[in-house]
């Protein structure tokens, strides 16, 4: 099976979505050696700095995709327009696993998305407009399109219900381990 997996926000070390996404993808490629791992990385002025993707880069099982792109036109892309599919960047894929900043449509891929919070809708007033717009523009096709939504804590499944009115069968709660 091919994964594919979206961590562009592993440019931004040291933020816990990044912890949680490099921890992931160490854990997923040291313990599953059946599956093929296409990595999704974008950013203007970044490169992936996890050296232990970097270390198992040389694995056959394992692919960096790295893209040039601003998070602003990948926004406007997936998330307003909803063009592009990912497999035009990376190939075709079984599966593909967004995280914390863009949603982007699939040809034929089933889609999961990890969920961390939902500040954006609890606490609009505390949070800079820009992320509030952007996040609510990628979980608005989270709810429509993910077929499975990996929510961080108990607490934030309920919010995936109450707030987004996902229904409780696509959630699973996975904690993070670092």
């Known amino acids: 099976m091919k994964i594919g997996i979206d961590v562009s926000q592993m440019a931004y070390e040291g933020t816990g979505v990044a912890n949680l996404l490099s921890k992931l993808v ?6 599953d050696k059946e ?3 296409i990595l999704f990385f974008s950013s203007l002025r970044k490169k992936v700095k996890s050296s232990k993707v970097k270390v198992q880069g040389y694995n056959s099982k394992l692919k960096i995709k790295e893209y040039r792109l601003p998070p602003a036109l990948l926004d406007i ?6 063009i592009f599919p990912i497999e035009n960047f990376i190939g075709d894929v079984d599966i593909f696993i967004t995280s914390d900043w863009t949603e982007p449509p ?7 998305t990890i969920l961390y ?3 954006v809708y609890k606490y609009p007033r505390e949070t800079d407009r820009t992320i509030v717009e952007t996040q609510k523009r990628k979980l608005k096709w989270v709810k429509k399109e ?3 939504v990996f929510c961080i804590s ?8 109450e ?3 996902i229904e409780e069968k696509r959630l699973k709660v996975i904690y993070p381990g670092i």
């Open 35 to 37: 599956n093929e791992y």
């Open 77 to 82: 892309f997936w998330n307003k327009l909803h």
């Open 106 to 112: 699939t040809k034929k891929a089933k889609k999961a």
């Open 146 to 148: 993910s077929d499975i």
């Open 154 to 161: 108990e607490a934030t499944k309920r919010d995936a219900m």
């Open 26 to 31: 160490e854990n997923l490629l040291e313990i």
């Open 117 to 119: 919070d939902l500040t």
């Open 163 to 165: 707030i987004l009115g």
